[in-house]
């Protein structure tokens, strides 16, 4: 049935190609182009907002710089997608051994609602020490993914809950809050292991 | 409800298929669940998931068309997917088609059993039995071990 569907918005789709070639353009390079997406990270050093860590500590992107950072969005509600990139993420932490507590990594919740403190420590207890859980007011929050260029957006379900649609990689930073790279969601760790080492050896080479 | 059973293999798959002797399946009793698992929940108000390749090993293509455990309310067939932005979405993923010889796989970040309305926590060690429902009426149950949060595959 949903392949028929399909089929049938293709048909209609194709019926008006022209229009949709129209409209692409109106979007996409004309005056209805939106801001840039995709766009780089800001340093940390530029980014502004205030949050509370697991244990109640008060931070911002400042208690980031000089180390390297990992940092990634998600909610603790989210079944599938988040507990997957933290136990990716508590994998690569424990191939790196002892590297691993020469780098923060900091789980930011967009679900402040549901995500109180108490229930990010519950969370982040599950996985590998290092990981932080960050909480606080929906603006914050906000501002946090705005300098991450990050996006989240609330969706309803059936059944009167709701899910949170959110960027799924992990941002990778170097102990100067410069942004490295992306590690893209569920990257295999013989890539994601390597790109952690390189703002390992970045943040050496800059100390010496 | 959820048996009080410490799993000792995660390959073993211990399955029933209801309705055997019915003449009327065509193509269900000859589907076969591999790797089964899931991840511990905290408490019942986060929804669960659980996975598994579902395997058609006859001639006839099946269509999966629904889910029932004693463990939640509403469980469902979910899909997730990433966009090009990288932002990462949720939704029922609806009814899906095995031909014959072929397996779907419900893996992270994709096809997922999605266990919402839990009854009861999801606790490490125990099993949970899911049943699948087909087009032509069989179904499939399969007992699925539930691990570790932070699991990562069928093994751990
Ligand atoms: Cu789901």
């Known amino acids: ?208 | 409800m959820v048996k009080k059973l410490r799993y000792t293999n995660a390959l073993a798959v211990l399955l029933t298929v209801a309705g055997l002797s019915a003449p009327a399946l065509a193509g269900s009793e000859d589907v076969v669940v591999e790797n089964a698992w899931s991840r511990a929940s905290i408490g019942v108000n986060r929804p669960g998931a659980a996975y598994m390749t579902v395997r058609n090993t006859g001639e006839d293509a099946v269509t999966l068309t629904g889910l029932a455990t004693p463990l939640a309310m509403m469980p469902e067939i979910h899909e997730s997917k990433t966009n090009s932005d990288g932002v990462s979405s949720m939704a029922p993923a609806g009814e899906i088609t095995i031909e014959p010889g072929q397996s779907v796989a419900l893996e992270p970040g994709g096809l997922h059993a999605m266990l919402m309305k839990l009854q009861e926590p999801m606790t490490e060690g125990e099993n949970f039995p899911l049943t699948l429902t087909f087009s032509d009426g069989g179904k499939v149950t399969v007992e699925v071990p539930i691990l570790g949060i932070a699991a990562r595959g069928p093994e751990g």
């Not at chain 1, 353009?25 to 949050?51: C, I």
């Open chain 1, 1 to 208: 049935m949903q392949r028929r569907q399909l089929l049938l918005y293709g048909a209609a789709g194709a019926g008006v190609l022209g229009l949709t070639l129209f409209v692409g353009w109106w979007r996409v390079d004309g005056p209805g182009a939106p801001e840039p997406k995709g766009q780089r990270p800001l340093p940390l050093s530029a980014m502004e907002f205030r949050l509370t860590d697991h244990e109640e500590n008060e931070v911002g992107p400042g208690n980031l710089i000089g180390r390297p950072t990992m940092v990634f969005f998600g909610f603790t509600y989210c079944p599938d997608v988040c507990p997957t990139t933290l136990s990716d993420i508590s994998g690569w932490l424990e191939e790196l051994g002892d590297e691993a507590s020469e780098m923060n990594v900091v789980f930011i919740t967009v679900d402040p609602e549901r995500d109180t403190v108490e229930a990010m420590a519950e969370y982040v207890g599950y996985f590998h020490p290092v990981i932080r859980g960050w909480t606080g007011p929906e603006d914050q929050i906000a501002r946090a993914a705005e300098g991450f260029r990050a996006s989240f957006e609330r969706v309803p379900t059936e059944g009167g809950g709701y899910t949170m649609n959110h960027t799924a990689g992990v941002f990778l930073f170097d102990a100067e809050g410069e942004l490295v790279t992306m590690i893209d969601y569920h990257e295999p760790r013989e890539f994601a292991v390597p790109k952690i080492r390189r703002a390992l050896t970045e943040d050496v080479e800059g100390a010496t």
